[in-house]
């Protein structure tokens, strides 16, 4: 089976950083896309960032030039957040779409979250 686990979340005060982590494990063929979303209470699910396998970014606009998304390897995913502010608080989720064996279909998976509250 494949799995994602993060961890890095915490209580920051605006103006900081943190640094979220994503590890997947289980047996996999080919990691297409990796990302990272965020939930605030009441709103809907919203894209943070995205990291192809070639390691060409994407970032929303709200999160431009203070998020970077990287990674060390194929099977994790890094998101550093700098200039923190309190509309960032939420429940930050990593996402990987990938295909688990040869001749499979791409699918996504997710994790089960990581909070993040920015407040002084």
């Known amino acids: 089976q494949v799995q994602l686990v993060e961890s890095g979340g915490g209580l920051v005060q605006p103006g900081g950083s943190l640094r979220l982590s994503c590890a997947v494990s289980g047996s996999i063929f080919s990691i297409y896309l990796m990302g990272w979303y965020r939930q605030a209470p009441g709103k809907q699910r919203e894209l943070v960032a995205t990291i192809t396998s070639g390691g060409s970014a994407n970032y929303a606009d709200s999160v431009e030039d203070r998020f970077t998304i990287s990674r060390d390897n194929a099977k994790s995913v890094y998101l550093q957040m700098s200039s923190l502010k309190p509309e960032d608080t939420g429940v930050y989720y990593c996402?990987?779409?990938?295909?688990?064996?040869?001749?499979?279909?791409?699918?996504?998976?997710w994790g089960e979250g990581t909070q993040v509250t920015v407040s002084s």
């Open positions: 996402n990987a779409n990938l295909i688990r064996r040869i001749g499979d279909r791409r699918r996504d998976y």
